[in-house]
């Protein structure tokens, strides 16, 4: 039985391309970026954890 077309011979594999000094760059910066973040999460937080209440020093006065 005759085989219609050529058999394909396996392509050879690309090579992948080394990183360009762009996506360097941009790779360092977004690991500065993630480690200044969580460096100030745990250093200076926001605000602190939990529920604040605000009590007034002089009596019978409300704080609103």
């Excluded at 996506?23 to 100030?40: D, I, K």
């Excluded at 020093?57 to 704080?63: A, D, F, I, L, R």
């Amino acid at each position: 039985m005759p085989t219609i077309g050529q058999p394909s011979a396996p392509s050879p594999s690309r090579r992948k391309q080394p990183m360009t000094r762009k996506q360097c760059w941009m790779l360092v910066l977004a690991f500065e970026v993630l480690v200044f973040g969580v460096s100030q999460s745990v250093f200076r937080p926001a605000r602190q954890a939990g529920i604040t209440i605000e009590m007034s020093v002089t009596p019978n006065h409300v704080v609103t």
